[in-house]
């Protein structure tokens, strides 16, 4: 089934991750250990990083996010705080900015390393979809630790020897930080280069700003060929900061580069926050992040230096709009709109159970393979199901 069931979490991550706190941006915590090197197992969802890590005690589940600053916790979590900080304005790379508390953490240990002093922003409500308890960002690496992340054998390589991996191969880009988080300029289309956040919290391969889409599209034959269709909706609702409704271009691109490494056949969209390279990109190869070269080298498990990715275009974007559940965005070549789901649709119930907000909407989880029912009502209070198989 060409079809896809996503929360506006999904395709904002690029967005919400790079709220960066810059007038209390710090990495003057401390480390437990000096010229180490520690492997540290992962768990790997299929689209997402999780490191495990323990606080008094108790270990927590923390989303690996190179494209978040900091570090994020969220207050219904249960994680511990050892000092509030205050709230400070919170800027993001799409325009926005917000008011957010930063707390300090009592001491953390991930793998052997203990780390004292380490700040985060405190949320005070989990984003829909999030089953983690928080979000290590990219602050360990401005430290001067050097990753490898290698989903193959469910691990990173964490240390502060600065030439660990020096001898080791791959397709190397050089980032530059931007709101305390790297981008790389990777290229969607022969003889075009896009600046794109490198973010291991964004489960797609890649997806590209809108503005910079139509930047690539004027008067360019074979970039308007790499589109399937377009469609108008939201990935989100006006409160986050992005315009409520505007133009989705579903795109099926011939290759996608990452310096000389080619991913063919890709599918994606358009976005209404920034471009983002995510961990999709961990499926096809380990990848190493060394700050004092500031570069990120992807070394690709077929030893090719190209793959076919042939994933399924994008379908269907669920927001919260009015405390409900609605249908932002839909492609008119999904299951969904083919058997009657419309954009701006508020689900009412799944499966028979009532959906009476988006909290609820939320905390449903869609496996794969399996159908499900949606009663939806329409923007004139007309009532319908949809079945469809995720």
């Given at each position: 089934?060409?079809?896809?069931?996503?929360?506006?979490?999904?395709?904002?991550?690029?967005?919400?991750?790079?709220?960066?706190?810059?007038?209390?941006?710090?990495?003057?915590?401390?480390?437990?250990?000096?010229?180490?090197?520690?492997?540290?197992?992962?768990?790997?969802?299929?689209?997402?990083?999780?490191?495990?890590?323990?606080?008094?005690?108790?270990?927590?589940?923390?989303?690996?996010?190179?494209?978040?600053?900091?570090?994020?916790?969220?207050?219904?979590?249960a994680?511990?705080?050892?000092?509030?900080?205050?709230?400070?304005?919170?800027?993001?790379?799409?325009?926005s900015?917000?008011?957010?508390?930063?707390?300090?953490?009592?001491?953390?240990?991930?793998?052997?390393?203990?780390?004292?002093?380490?700040?985060?922003?405190l949320?005070?409500?989990?984003?829909?979809?999030?089953?983690?308890?928080?979000?290590?960002?990219?602050?360990?690496?401005?430290k001067?630790?050097?990753?490898?992340?290698?989903?193959?054998?469910?691990?990173?390589?964490?240390?502060?020897?600065?030439?660990?991996?020096?001898?080791?191969?791959?397709?190397?880009?050089?980032?530059k930080?931007?709101?305390?988080?790297?981008?790389?300029?990777?290229?969607?289309?022969?003889?075009?280069?896009?600046?794109?956040?490198?973010?291991?919290?964004?489960?797609?391969?890649?997806?590209?700003?809108?503005?910079?889409?139509?930047?690539?599209?004027?008067?360019?034959?074979?970039?308007?060929?790499?589109?399937?269709?377009?469609?108008?909706?939201?990935?989100?609702?006006?409160?986050?900061?992005?315009?409520?409704?505007?133009?989705?271009?579903?795109?099926?691109?011939?290759?996608?580069?990452?310096?000389?490494?080619?991913?063919?056949?890709?599918?994606?969209?358009?976005?209404?926050?920034?471009?983002?390279?995510?961990?999709?990109?961990?499926?096809?190869?380990?990848?190493?992040?060394?700050p004092?070269?500031?570069?990120?080298?992807?070394?690709?498990?077929?030893?090719?230096?190209?793959?076919?990715?042939g994933?399924?275009?994008f379908?269907?974007?669920?927001?919260?709009?009015?405390?409900?559940?609605?249908?932002?965005?839909?492609?008119?070549?999904?299951?969904?709109?083919?058997?009657?789901?419309?954009?701006?649709?508020?689900?009412v119930?799944?499966?028979?159970?009532?959906?009476?907000?988006y909290?609820?909407?939320?905390?449903?989880?869609?496996?794969?393979?399996?159908a499900?029912?949606?009663?939806?009502?329409?923007?004139?209070?007309?009532?319908?199901?949809?079945?469809?198989?995720?």
């Amino acid at each position: 089934m060409r079809k896809i069931i996503a929360t506006a979490l999904v395709l904002l991550s690029c967005a919400t991750s790079l709220t960066a706190q810059e007038s209390q941006y710090a990495t003057t915590f401390t480390l437990s250990e000096r010229f180490f090197a520690d492997t540290i197992s992962v768990e790997w969802t299929g689209s997402q990083p999780i490191v495990p890590v323990t606080i008094e005690g108790h270990t927590y589940r923390f989303l690996l996010d190179t494209g978040s600053a900091q570090a994020t916790v969220y207050a219904t979590s249960a994680i511990p705080c050892k000092a509030d900080l205050g709230g400070i304005i919170s800027p993001g790379a799409n325009g926005s900015a917000d008011t957010v508390r930063a707390v300090e953490l009592p001491t953390i240990r991930i793998g052997r390393v203990s780390i004292s002093g380490y700040v985060a922003s405190l949320s005070t409500t989990r984003p829909a979809g999030v089953r983690y308890d928080g979000i290590l960002g990219f602050d360990l690496i401005n430290k001067g630790l050097s990753l490898k992340i290698d989903i193959r054998q469910n691990r990173i390589i964490l240390t502060d020897i600065k030439d660990f991996f020096e001898r080791e191969k791959g397709y190397q880009l050089h980032y530059k930080l931007k709101w305390f988080a790297p981008y790389v300029n990777v290229s969607p289309f022969m003889r075009h280069v896009d600046e794109a956040l490198f973010a291991t919290g964004l489960p797609q391969l890649y997806v590209m700003s809108l503005d910079a889409f139509r930047v690539h599209s004027y008067r360019s034959k074979q970039v308007n060929a790499q589109v399937e269709s377009h469609a108008k909706g939201s990935l989100s609702a006006a409160s986050l900061g992005h315009k409520p409704t505007d133009e989705v271009f579903f795109l099926r691109l011939n290759r996608f580069k990452w310096d000389d490494y080619s991913f063919n056949d890709v599918h994606t969209i358009t976005t209404q926050g920034g471009s983002c390279v995510g961990a999709t990109l961990l499926n096809y190869g380990c990848i190493v992040v060394n700050p004092r070269r500031k570069t990120i080298t992807f070394q690709p498990y077929n030893g090719s230096d190209s793959v076919t990715v042939g994933n399924k275009q994008f379908g269907i974007a669920f927001i919260k709009a009015d405390g409900k559940a609605k249908v932002g965005l839909i492609w008119h070549e999904s299951e969904g709109y083919a058997k009657g789901m419309r954009r701006g649709d508020t689900v009412v119930s799944i499966d028979g159970l009532p959906i009476p907000d988006y909290e609820a909407f939320a905390c449903r989880t869609f496996e794969s393979g399996h159908a499900y029912t949606f009663g939806l009502r329409d923007a004139k209070g007309n009532e319908k199901r949809v079945t469809l198989t995720r």
